[in-house]
């Protein structure tokens, strides 16, 4: 069973984003709740939040065990530019334009007997053929 949440028009970049979401990628919602608490960044509040709506809406759709839980896809997508139109002066009388990004985060987690700190993604497919080789 899945479930997701979405965290649109933050006003965060999602280049500021990613390395955080990263850090939590395939792990249980209690890990990855314990990792984003201890990070001093904006976007681990705005993952953390996002995260535990995913969480509750799975546990609203049936009875599941709150440690069996976990991230199957979190992303960081960009937003519209807020306010669209801005600009800047700049040498010689020309102007530059301002981009204050937005992001929109997705989380999806679904219900797994998976082990805590155990991730799905950490090994890429290219290396498991290298290390199927040697």
């Given at each position: 069973?899945?479930?997701?949440?979405?965290?649109?028009?933050?006003?965060?970049?999602?280049?500021?984003?990613?390395?955080?979401?990263?850090?939590?990628?395939?792990?249980?919602?209690?890990?990855?709740?314990?990792?984003?608490?201890?990070?001093?960044?904006?976007?681990?509040?705005?993952?953390?939040?996002?995260?535990?709506?995913?969480?509750?809406?799975?546990?609203?759709?049936?009875?599941?065990?709150?440690?069996?839980?976990?991230?199957?896809?979190?992303?960081?997508?960009?937003?519209?530019?807020?306010?669209?139109?801005?600009?800047?002066?700049?040498?010689?009388?020309?102007?530059?334009?301002?981009r204050?990004?937005?992001?929109?985060?997705?989380?999806?987690?679904?219900?797994?007997?998976?082990?805590?700190?155990?991730?799905?993604?950490?090994?890429?497919?290219?290396?498991?053929?290298?290390?199927?080789?040697?």
């Amino acid at each position: 069973m899945e479930a997701s949440a979405k965290a649109k028009y933050l006003k965060i970049s999602p280049f500021k984003v990613r390395p955080v979401i990263n850090q939590v990628r395939g792990l249980t919602v209690e890990d990855a709740l314990a990792r984003l608490a201890l990070s001093p960044r904006k976007a681990a509040r705005l993952a953390e939040k996002t995260i535990q709506s995913a969480a509750a809406n799975l546990k609203a759709k049936g009875k599941v065990d709150a440690g069996a839980i976990r991230i199957a896809r979190i992303q960081a997508d960009g937003g519209p530019l807020i306010p669209p139109f801005k600009y800047r002066p700049r040498a010689r009388g020309m102007a530059n334009r301002i981009r204050n990004r937005t992001c929109h985060i997705t989380v999806v987690v679904e219900e797994g007997a998976g082990k805590a700190g155990e991730r799905g993604d950490a090994v890429s497919p290219r290396r498991k053929k290298k290390q199927t080789q040697e």
